[in-house]
């Protein structure tokens, strides 16, 4: 899923997320900050100085909230120099 900048124009949020009693939750976070800056976050790295994984549920109704190819995730994910 992927949500555009809400606070810097320009941004990106990508989330790979499953379903938990009823809530969808985020289990890898991708930011994409505006100057193209990549942090990934999951399990292995929950938070950095930069910041962390959501811990709120997904609202699939916001209308900022789009869905993504897993290869659009995945390639962003694997490309990403914040290992």
Known sequence: ?????????GARWL?????????TVAVKQIEQDSSGAVHRYWWRNIEDD?????????????????P??????SALWDS????
């Not at 930069?50 to 789009?66: E, F, K, R, S, V």
């Not at 990403?80 to 290992?83: G, I, L, Q, Y």
């Open 1 to 9: 899923m992927d949500h555009e900048g809400l606070v810097n124009e």
């Open 15 to 23: 989330w790979e997320a499953i379903v938990v009693d009823h809530e």
């Open 50 to 66: 930069a910041g962390g994984l959501t811990d709120q549920a997904l609202d699939l109704a916001d209308p900022g909230l789009t």
């Open 68 to 73: 993504v190819s897993r290869s659009t995730f």
């Open 80 to 83: 990403s120099t914040d290992k």
